[in-house]
């Protein structure tokens, strides 16, 4: 009963507030936008003799949706700690570990929701556009299916690990900081490593590891396969929603 009440509780209070349905919405433009561009700005055509990777390259929003996608997770929790609702919410569902399960549930919903909608808009964005410079963006290719998929998926767990450490963390400014240094500080340590040393920064990195679920071609040549990628992120996810809720029946709010 305490989940179902904690459900229905984090459900009418998310819809309530007016930032998330404005972030959620802002994390689908700026998806589309910046896959679009990134589509538009692609000067490298096959009759050049380059093959890109067309799915990851239509995809590429998410890379920079995913920031709008961090601050809306981190809010769903500190908001609450900012006006001191975090009191009643515990007061009504004393069973903490609920709380925790019923934000990760509602606020994993929302973004797979915002984010089918991104990748749909940034995939159909690549069909008009990339025809432009060459490339073909096949809807009937598994890859690229998987890539679409696989984004949306991305996205829900880049979520789940905001909220994680947002539940631990408590204020909004680090938590944000925190998420999103973990996301690109092995991307930036890759630039300055060695080659082994980079392989083994983009098998452990969420952001890194994760993404690699977008890559459609020369799969054998990945650091780390496109599932196993992702569930390399699921890994950071779930050790952040662990220590989150850890920390959450520690504390006295």
């Known amino acids: 009963m305490s989940l179902d009440l904690a459900l229905r509780a984090e459900w009418t209070k998310l ?37 890109p990777d067309v799915a990851r390259l239509s995809l590429t929003g998410a890379d920079v949706g995913q920031a709008v ?29 609920a709380v925790l399960a019923a934000k990760a549930a509602v606020v994993a919903g929302l973004t797979l929701a915002a984010g089918a909608v991104s990748v749909l808009g940034s995939v159909l964005a690549g069909r008009l556009i990339l025809p ?21 998926l991305y996205l829900a767990l880049i979520a789940l690990l905001s909220l994680g450490v947002a539940a631990a963390v408590r204020d909004s400014a680090a938590a944000i900081g925190v998420v999103l240094g973990l996301l690109y500080l092995f991307p930036i340590l890759g630039l300055v490593a060695g080659p082994g040393w980079q392989r083994h920064l983009r098998q452990a990195g969420p952001m890194s590891a994760g993404l690699e679920i977008q890559a459609s071609t020369g799969l054998r040549h990945l650091p780390i396969g496109p599932w196993a ?25």
């Open 15 to 51: 819809r309530t507030v007016a930032s998330t349905g404005w972030l959620l919405l802002g994390m689908v433009v700026v998806t589309v936008t910046a896959s679009a561009a990134a589509d538009a700005a692609d000067v490298c055509t096959s009759s050049a003799g380059c093959h």
């Open 132 to 152: 432009g410079h060459g490339l073909i963006l096949s809807l009937s290719s598994e890859p690229v299916l998987r890539a679409a998929a696989g984004t949306v």
């Open 69 to 97: 996608v961090v601050v809306m997770a981190v809010l769903a929790v500190t908001g609450e700690y900012g006006t001191g609702m975090i009191r009643a919410t515990l007061a009504a569902v004393p069973l903490r570990t």
């Open 229 to 253: 990628g992702l569930g390399v992120l699921a890994a950071w996810a779930a050790a952040a929603l662990l220590a989150g809720g850890l920390l959450l029946c520690l504390r006295d709010t």
